[in-house]
């Protein structure tokens, strides 16, 4: 995992982990690239993805 400066970008959580005690995970769209990060480790580096794979990855989630 690389820390790929996410610090400034804005992270957001899906409306559907409303009540999870804050495990979820957390989002940022920056060009290019997806970032994803564990939300209670905000300050741990983040993974950065390409939108085609994090696309494929949401679409393996909703299928199981």
Partial sequence: MKDTGFASVIWRKST???G????CVE???LPGTVGIR?????HRP???VNPRA??????EIKMT
Avoid: E, I, M, T
């Fill in 16 to 18: 559907h982990s409303g």
């Fill in 20 to 23: 999870n005690s804050g495990q």
């Fill in 27 to 29: 989002v940022a769209a």
């Fill in 38 to 42: 564990d939300s209670k480790n905000p």
């Fill in 46 to 48: 983040a993974l950065a």
């Fill in 54 to 59: 994090f696309g494929r990855l949401l679409h």
